[in-house]
């Protein structure tokens, strides 16, 4: 019987590693493949950045540069994922389902700007409204298709042995993950590559949460709940990874294309709905530490200067408050790039502790 289990488990593991291997490379490779085709055809279309007045000075020179490659990345994880998942996993489904619907939202955003001429695509409420549509079915389908209740408890770092049952709770909260997530990762993307490598980063920590909590054997390793549809997941995470590195060949400094709101609400999403597939959405908080700090620097941007009549910070988001002090872009983003890797590896860390 031991040894069956031990068979069954070498197996699962050889055939994950595997499609998740090839996942990620096909998908890297599609973006590198098709990166330059997709940006001529962009800049054949008029496609191009809008950058706003009111900016730092440095970015009006990006004026022209093609914009929405997030696309590319969308279609790579797509084909990735459709080619070496397993298709009848519902996750699978789900996560490929949230990336795809608000990567369309991103794309007519992005199109209705350059349309335009200005900066202003869909309104804030009609697009926070499709944000909320595409969330509340995504996490109630997924409260739906949840075998048993360890798949929607909220696990809490370091505490490994309080699972509380949040019943229909996990949909409320698994919305407000990914409409946060979603435009966190949006309000990061001001700058060349600012926004990529965290999301890989993360979506690496994730794949590592998922191979273990997909494993009986590592998820009693670690004292985690073991979650058996985890395990294609992983399959997912690994395509997005290859996709997003494949762009940021293109989008380093000086970027040849912008990843778009097609890209940064649509990763942003998919990274949020893979944080509660994973059920770590408190690590999100910490690891999309940068994220979360982008975030809170527009909110108290806002709050103050209704309130007080003052800012706190030169501009936000954060990463032009740090621009205007003095600091390169390419500096900003290195360090920024450095505080997300430091906060993964926190987030890693509660693997082997509690």
Known sequence: MIEQQVIAQAHWWNGTAVSAFFAGVLALVLSLLFGRPYIRWMKAAQFKQVIRDNGPQSHLAKGGT????????????TVSTVCFSDWHNPYVWLILGVLIATAILGWVDDAWK??????KGVSAKLKLFWQLMIAVIALYLAYHVSPYPLYTALQVPLLKTWLPALGGWYVVLGVFVILAASNAVNLTDGLDGLAAMPVVFVLFAFMIFAIVQGNQDLSRLCHLPY??????VVVVIAALMGAVLGFLWFNVNPAEIFMGDVGSLSL???LGMIAVVVRQEILLIIMGGVFVA???SVILQVVSFRLRGKRIFKMAPLHHHFELVGW???RVVMRFWWVSLLLVFLGL???VLG
């Open 294 to 296: 982008e975030t809170v």
């Open 66 to 77: 093609p914009t929405m490659g997030g696309g590319l990345i969308v279609a790579a994880a």
């Open 227 to 232: 979650l058996p549809l985890l395990s294609h």
């Open 114 to 119: 350059v349309i335009k001429g200005n900066t």
């Open 268 to 270: 942003g999403a998919a």
């Open 349 to 351: 860390s509660t693997l």
């Open 328 to 330: 390169k872009e390419t």
